[in-house]
């Protein structure tokens, strides 16, 4: 594969790949790194048989590369670490500025609290702007499973925000 070749597959792809990673690890040094080393090993390996779109082929390995780190032992010491880190810190924002971001980081902490087979459904939906049939074909599950991922994904968005009192206005 020529540089210029591989040039436009990392302009092409790169950045949704990056958001696409950290659907699922949060965080978004490790989800660059993990799509550096996705494209590394494609370039390498040259497995790719076009069986499905490239862009289809890249996010299955990132998302595979994904899930292989949230298993590993390093990252789960990481997010204790990190989690008692933010306990000990305090934001320094203003209180209008905290009231002004109050509602997108409430809702984006909802999503990304949400188990990982919900999350990555409204992710790809409502973010990537995939369809049901794109997600099926994404994450090798029938489109009725897609589609009742994003039913109880959003039933528990809708509970947890709730709590926040943030919830009535986005689903009516």
């Given at each position: 594969m020529h540089t210029d070749e591989m040039r436009e597959l990392i302009r092409l792809y790169g950045d949704y790949l990056t958001r696409l990673s950290y659907v699922y690890v949060k965080n978004w040094t490790i989800a660059e790194d993990i799509v550096q080393d996705v494209f590394i090993k494609y370039f390498q390996s040259q497995q790719f048989k076009g069986q499905s779109s490239i862009k289809t082929y890249l996010a299955k390995m990132t998302i595979h590369k994904s899930c292989d780190h949230l298993r590993s032992i390093k990252n789960r010491l990481r997010i204790l670490e990190s989690f008692w880190k933010q306990k000990q810190q305090t934001l320094p924002s203003s209180?209008?500025?905290?009231?002004?971001?109050?509602?997108?980081?409430?809702?984006?902490?909802?999503?990304?609290?949400?188990?990982?087979?919900?999350?990555?459904?409204?992710?790809?939906?409502?973010?990537?702007?995939?369809?049901?049939?794109?997600?099926?074909?994404?994450?090798?599950?029938?489109?009725?499973?897609?589609?009742?991922?994003?039913?109880?994904?959003?039933?528990?968005?809708?509970?947890?925000?709730?709590?926040?009192?943030?919830?009535?206005?986005?689903?009516?």
């Open positions: 209180e209008q500025e905290t009231f002004k971001k109050l509602e997108q980081r409430s809702i984006a902490k909802a999503v990304l609290e949400l188990p990982i087979k919900y999350r990555e459904a409204i992710v790809l939906f409502y973010y990537e702007e995939m369809t049901s049939l794109e997600i099926a074909t994404l994450l090798n599950i029938s489109e009725n499973t897609v589609k009742t991922r994003l039913r109880r994904g959003r039933d528990l968005l809708k509970i947890s925000l709730s709590e926040l009192q943030l919830g009535g206005d986005l689903y009516e």
